[in-house]
């Protein structure tokens, strides 16, 4: 929502996989890069953030994350929960 590059390092083994799932959609937005869990060293994690602090790289990033944004979020997930409750 606010533009930032990220790296991601999705959990394994959490419920539906929604994390990777989540991190491969600004992935392949060119809004993040993804470590698996059972790749992250300091050297890996090093290595991305010094390929990404470049100031284009930066700001390209951080556009590609607008482009996936979702408006109004609160207020879905408020929805969501209120027609749990109703059921």
């Given at each position: ?25 600004l992935k ?38 607008k482009t ?20």
């Amino acid at each position: 929502m606010l533009g930032k590059p990220s790296i991601l390092i999705p959990l394994p083994n959490v419920s539906h996989n929604h994390q990777q799932y989540n991190a491969e959609v600004l992935k392949n937005v060119g809004a993040a890069r993804i470590i698996k869990n059972d790749e992250l060293t300091a050297n890996r994690l090093n290595d991305e953030i010094i390929g990404i602090l470049g100031k284009d790289s930066l700001e390209e990033m951080g556009n590609a994350a607008k482009t996936v944004k979702v408006d109004n979020v609160e207020d879905k997930i408020y929805d969501e929960i209120k027609k749990l409750i109703k059921g």
